[in-house]
């Protein structure tokens, strides 16, 4: 008799979070998950916990925080897809801990991003933001003092990651002369070169733009002694995150007039929704572009994110691959035709491997290919099997020390 233990689709929830895109919803209802439950904006944390209680999927993008005591109460919680590029909203331990990956967008909104800090830098040094807010209160300052065209101009860009070598190119396209400074040895695009010191990066530059991921290493990376280093005049960009710039210090450098002006489009701290009031001392100046964590969100952006992540979902519910997770050891499977396969998720201890084959030589049963990929903390298993009944081995798998979770897939 055939026992059919794996979750049928129907039953697999997703809980869809922050308006992602409709192309997801495409996506998952193609592959047959019908059970999608769509919330237009962020949840607050106690809905939050309430709504991620039955789901097996969960799609968010910067505004959700999956902190350790919510994925604590998604006991059902299979994967987690960020529709965005940043993780740092996912407590990526945590999930890893309870055996989920995480994946995200790694490079679906990298042109949006670099296309506003382009269009920023441009506005700035033509003085745009100033001149606007000044005739817009009716003032007419016909003044073409300190006005600058970016041609020959020197751009540093702090990380020179996906957005960061995106802008140098397109940058340089407009004939600016591109620095910058990366902890890693990255290749530099055209005739961009790398500085060895964030220091010399930031004291050379007529324009530096941030484009690091948020760390405990990138924390107030941009502290008041940083923001004194920058070239007087300059102007200063951060579409990264807001808690790698120290908004205090840089206040006060645009109140003393120190830089002629700055774009920040993300902040330490964010409001939650429209309804809460935007505070920040950067308000007052007229010659900083202020704009509400948008760097990504274009519909070409969103339209990829959504066909990206949710094409991830489906790859690991259907087929248990976890290419591109961001937290967990990756494995890229072939499809099973013919075959069971069974997903194992354990602590990487010892042993443990060795009493997942046992099971199967003391059941009899062939294993017609097996996939192993382990990190420091866990391990992950994926196994075909030449058999219709997976009920007793499900059981059995579950029942081995150091398991975090082991399932079935169709
Ligand atoms: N404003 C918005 O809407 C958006 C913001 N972002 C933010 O932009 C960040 C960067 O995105 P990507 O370029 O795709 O990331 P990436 O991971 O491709 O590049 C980041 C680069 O920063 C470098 N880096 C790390 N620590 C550094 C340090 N202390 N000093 C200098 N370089 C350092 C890395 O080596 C890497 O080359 C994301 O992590 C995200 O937080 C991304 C998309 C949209
Ligand atoms: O992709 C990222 O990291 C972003 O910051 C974009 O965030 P969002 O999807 O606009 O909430």
């Not at 008799?1 to 697999?12: A, E, G, Q």
């Not at 006991?75 to 995200?104: H, M, S």
């Not at 920058?230 to 450098?253: Q, S, Y």
């Not at 976890?322 to 069971?340: A, M, Q």
Request: hydrophobic share 40%.
């Amino acid at each position: 008799m055939t026992t059919k233990v794996s979750l049928d689709k129907s039953k697999i929830k997703f809980l869809l979070l922050e308006g992602v895109h409709q192309n997801a919803l495409d996506i998952l209802k193609a592959a047959g998950y019908t059970n999608i439950e769509y919330h237009k904006k962020a949840l607050e944390p106690e809905e939050l916990k309430e709504a991620i209680k039955d789901a097996h999927f969960v799609g968010l993008r910067s505004r959700t925080h999956l902190t350790a005591d919510v994925i604590a109460e998604a006991k059902k919680l299979i994967a987690v897809g960020c529709f965005c590029i940043g993780t740092n909203q996912v407590d990526l331990n945590a999930a890893k801990a309870r055996g989920i990956p995480v994946f995200n967008a790694p490079f679906s909104n990298t042109r949006s991003v670099a296309e506003l800090v382009l269009g920023e830098i441009l506005l700035l040094m033509r003085n745009i933001p100033a001149a606007n807010a000044q005739v817009h209160r009716g003032e007419w300052n016909k003044s073409a003092v300190g006005s600058r065209e970016v041609r020959g101009k020197r751009l540093g860009i702090v990380g020179y990651g996906h957005i960061g070598s995106q802008l140098s190119i397109i940058a340089e396209s407009l004939g600016m002369n591109v620095f910058f400074y990366d902890v890693e040895t990255k290749l530099p695009l055209g005739n961009a070169q790398q500085l060895s010191s964030l220091e010399e990066l930031l004291s050379t530059s007529d324009i530096v733009s941030l484009h690091v991921p948020e760390l405990p290493s990138t924390k107030n990376l941009m502290n008041a002694k940083r923001i004194a280093q920058l070239k007087p005049g300059c102007i200063f960009i951060n579409a990264a995150r807001g808690t790698v710039v120290d908004i205090d210090a840089l206040a006060e450098a645009l109140a003393q007039k120190k830089i002629r002006g700055a774009a920040i489009d993300v902040f330490p701290v964010e409001p939650a929704s429209a309804d809460e009031m935007f505070e920040s001392p950067l308000r007052q100046f007229d010659n900083v572009i202020l704009t509400p964590h948008i760097g990504g969100s274009t519909t070409e952006a969103q339209e990829n994110i959504g066909t990206e992540v949710a094409n991830k979902f489906v790859k690991y519910s259907d087929n248990g691959s976890t290419l591109s997770s961001v937290n967990f050891p990756e494995v890229s499977l072939p499809e099973h035709i013919g075959t069971k396969r069974l997903l194992h998720i354990h602590h990487n201890k010892p042993g443990i491997l060795n009493k997942i084959n046992q099971i199967f030589v003391e059941s009899n049963i062939n294993i017609a290919a097996q996939y192993l990929q382990t990190d420091p903390q866990i391990g992950y298993v994926v196994i075909d099997v030449e058999t219709e009944n997976t009920d007793g081995l499900l059981t059995k798998l579950k029942a081995i020390e150091g398991t975090i979770r082991a399932r079935v897939l169709f």
